[in-house]
């Protein structure tokens, strides 16, 4: 195996020398460095990530914690940071809070030894918690804003309030809205674009109390929702909304022209629900690839300005809503 000490003898230089030259350190001159980076590139060499961590003081990986691995929403975002990472040479270590702020919390304070950074991914802490953490590691925000920390989020209420207003336009005047969990940053500005809609539209909104972000719960709401007797149904995001079409279908209730119903998050493929599912859509591609740089950018500079983006959405009217039951 080729070493460091092989590229420092065919270049004529010091180990020290060629440590510089591949981690692009100052004190070392342009003709050298590129003496040595036709060393390493002649003996095809490759510095492990754990000698360049002694050198450079980095890991060499950059931590990512969500809070429901299986759940679709995520997926693009986790492929956005993946692939950003990937492209720097850089390892991506993951881990699943299972939707438990406990849970998160002691994940956030293992990970924080063994990565240069971490994006917290739909974090479910209080905001005081997520401030002290950036005070000990580069960190960054998806799908959440703190002001203080970098941050990357989608204004889902904007596409929820095209939702309802589409909805009215149907004729429908009683709608029931569904909760996600209750620490969700993104179920606040939701709940909060209906609420004002409905309002706006003269709805009766009704609320459920908070569930789970997954299938099961979405199914298992079926008879409340049914009791509810409203005519349209807004969940907070598409799996419940799907777990609640198959509890309308077992029950014999069809969708639209028996109760209309629309999710949030545009995380389900085509196809996947029957009938297709009207929903809020985002680039969440661009979450991912967004919150990966500015973890990087913020591991690099540790005294930048904090940047938060916040991208838009929109609704996607499909088969799953429809004119008011006459």
């Not at 003496?35 to 060499?60: H, I, K, M």
């Not at 179920?187 to 459920?208: M, T």
């Not at 409340?224 to 609640?244: E, H, K």
Request: hydrophobic share 45%; aromatic share 4%; charged share 20%.
């Amino acid at each position: 195996m080729v070493t460091i000490r092989d590229v420092a003898r065919r270049a004529g230089v010091s180990i020290a020398t060629v440590s510089r030259s591949l981690n692009n350190q100052d004190r070392v001159s342009g003709a050298t460095r590129e003496r040595v980076l036709a060393a390493a590139a002649a003996l095809d060499y490759r510095p492990s990530q754990a000698a360049r961590g002694l050198v450079t003081g980095r890991l060499g990986t950059v931590g990512v914690v969500l809070p429901d691995v299986t759940n679709g929403f995520f997926t693009p975002i986790l492929a956005g940071i993946e692939q950003y990472a990937q492209e720097r040479g850089l390892g991506v270590l993951l881990a699943d809070s299972r939707e438990d702020a406990n849970a998160e919390r002691e994940l956030v304070r293992r990970m924080s030894q063994l990565v240069d950074g971490v994006v917290l991914v739909a974090s479910r802490l209080p905001d005081d918690e997520i401030l002290e953490f950036v005070q000990t590691r580069p960190t960054v925000l998806a799908g959440r804003v703190v002001a203080g920390v970098d941050a990357i989020a989608v204004d889902s209420g904007v596409g929820t309030d095209q939702i309802l207003t589409h909805l009215a336009g149907l004729g429908h005047r009683d709608v029931l809205y569904l909760h996600g969990p209750r620490q969700s940053w993104a179920g606040e500005r939701r709940v909060a674009a209906v609420r004002q809609a409905a309002g706006r539209l003269g709805v009766r909104l009704q609320e459920s109390e908070p569930m789970a972000p997954n299938f099961a719960a979405g199914r298992a709401a079926t008879e409340y929702v049914l009791a509810q007797q409203a005519t349209a149904v807004i969940a907070y995001d598409d799996l419940i909304a799907w777990g609640l079409l198959t509890g309308l279908e077992d029950a014999g209730i069809a969708v639209p022209e028996q109760l209309s119903v629309a999710g949030c998050d545009d995380a389900l493929q085509t196809g996947m629900s029957r009938p297709a599912l009207t929903t809020v859509s985002a680039d969440l591609d661009r979450i991912g690839t967004t919150a990966a740089e500015l973890l990087f950018d913020r591991i690099a500079d540790p005294g930048a300005p904090v940047r938060t983006s916040v991208l838009g959405s929109a609704a996607v009217l499909r088969a799953s809503t429809g004119p008011v039951p006459v």
